[in-house]
């Protein structure tokens, strides 16, 4: 099978590193890709979706999988599939769910989807008499696509003001900010939790906990992530089962009803409270950094998963996972997540330990190659990935391997998966 992988982060390296351990994939392409998924593949080039796809239909390509929201939300699956090729991930409209909030938060609404009460609104006045009825802090969302940095929790009501006039100026996101959604603050613990679909039928992955903030112990700003780990002793089989009775099950059913049917990864952001989960958003497409660690848990050939799920055929596979756990710890460059930072290269030293070689490995994501050497680019430069028999094991490897990768400025928290530590 060739496979094409849109995007170019951590997560598409590691969903290449899945296709690249398959005896099924003869060939990998990355559009764009970046400077290490050249390894894995093939990086190609194009000019915009329509031609994505003639070259896909060009070099025979059997299966595109997409990574990142933003082509998703641009409707590449529409244009793929109106060319009769095989695609993994939502149409446009059903990308809706993550595309829009006001969207996502009038369905939760329409299906009794346990989710913080809110208000959604393009006025001012109304905005702010909600607000002076609610109890602080209190969360303002920017309706659209904001590259996760649309959620402002403002400890005051005075500060809530301010964001949602920010917003609504179109001074703080432009566009995506011209309509808010203002909701109740949740205080409880984050779980992300992952369901492959087909439309039907569908298969909840592994649960995982991603750490956002910037620093040790939560502290700092928002991030993309800094560090995932999976599964998480976070979710027990109880809490499970509300997740997918009351949140997963009643997605899928209300999209397939509405006309929507979602197929590829929902990402449910769940914010648990008093052991009752919360949808706090969804995502259509993995998680990154969790995609880099769910990735080495799939015992199923990832082209047969993918492939099945994309033509309606969930049902006829078995799918897997390795008895195991995964931790990944993601290695930033100096400014992130404020401002670019200058290219540094990057220094690998030789593993000559053969557990820590077996079972430890590197997601490559802000990275170019320059002249031959690697430097790292981006501001999440990789993600040091650890797997082991406990979760201590697993994190043992992973902070190993970042003792043996090397760049100027290269920053990290140290103590990625510690509320699962804590718990025991
Ligand atoms: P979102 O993009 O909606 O997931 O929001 C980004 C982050 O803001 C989440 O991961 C949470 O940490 C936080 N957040 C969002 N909504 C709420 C809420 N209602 N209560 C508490 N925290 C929230
Ligand atoms: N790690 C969170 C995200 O990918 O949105």
């Known amino acids: 099978m060739r496979v094409l992988v849109v995007g170019s982060g951590g997560r598409e390296y590691s969903i290449g590193l899945a296709l690249k351990r398959d005896k099924n994939v003869e060939e990998i392409f990355f559009a764009p890709g970046n400077g290490a998924t050249m ?21 025979g390509i059997d299966l595109t999988v997409v990574g990142p929201e933003a082509p998703l939300v641009d409707g590449i699956v529409d244009i793929f599939r109106k060319k009769g090729l095989i695609i993994f991930g939502p149409t ?36 702010a008499a909600f607000i002076e009825d609610m109890k602080e802090p209190i969360v303002v969302k920017a309706d659209g696509l904001c590259a996760g940095k649309g959620v402002i929790i403002a400890k005051e009501k005075s500060e809530a003001k301010k964001a949602v006039m920010e917003m609504l100026s179109g001074e703080a996101f432009g566009d995506a900010g011209k309509r808010v959604v203002i909701e109740e603050y949740l205080d409880g613990y984050e779980l992300s939790v992952f369901a492959i679909s087909d439309g039907e039928n569908y298969v909840i992955l592994p649960a995982a906990q991603d750490h956002k903030r910037l620093m040790d112990n939560d502290e ?14 976070l979710i027990d089989r109880e809490l499970y089962a509300k997740i997918e009775n009351r949140i997963v099950a009643p997605t899928i059913k209300a999209m397939r009803e509405e006309g929507n049917p979602f197929e590829g990864v929902l990402f449910v952001g769940l914010m648990i409270v008093d052991s009752e989960p919360y949808v706090l958003e969804y995502n259509v497409r ?14 199923t050939p990832a082209s047969e998963l993918f492939f099945k799920a994309a033509t309606g055929d969930l049902k006829s596979v078995n799918i897997e996972f390795y008895d195991k756990y995964a931790v990944g710890v993601v290695l930033a460059s100096e400014n992130y997540p404020y401002s670019k930072s200058k290219p540094a290269e990057i220094i690998i030293d030789e593993i000559v330990h053969k557990d820590l070689a077996e079972h430890a490995h590197i997601s490559f994501a802000g990275v170019s190659l320059i002249e ?35 760049f100027a400025g ?3 928290r140290s103590d990625i998966a510690y509320q699962a530590l804590k718990s025991r």
């Open 39 to 59: 390894e894995l593949g093939k990086n190609v080039e194009t000019a915009d979706w329509e031609d994505l796809a003639d070259f896909a239909i060009e070099r």
């Open 92 to 127: 446009q409209k059903a990308a809706m769910l993550e595309g829009s909030k006001i969207y996502m938060k009038n369905f939760l609404k329409r299906h009794d989807i346990p989710t913080a009460a809110f208000l959604e609104t393009e006025d001012f006045e109304e905005a």
């Open 220 to 233: 700092g700003p928002n991030t993309g992530g800094m560090g995932a780990y999976a599964p998480t002793p």
């Open 286 to 299: 993995f998680g990154d950094p969790e995609c880099e660690v769910l990735m080495p848990l799939l015992k």
């Open 372 to 406: 031959g050497k690697l430097y790292a680019t981006g501001g999440r430069v990789l993600v040091c990935v650890g797997t082991g028999k406990t979760l201590q094991e697993a994190r043992d490897y992973a902070y190993l391997l970042t003792g043996q990768v090397h």
């Open 410 to 412: 290269k920053k990290y």
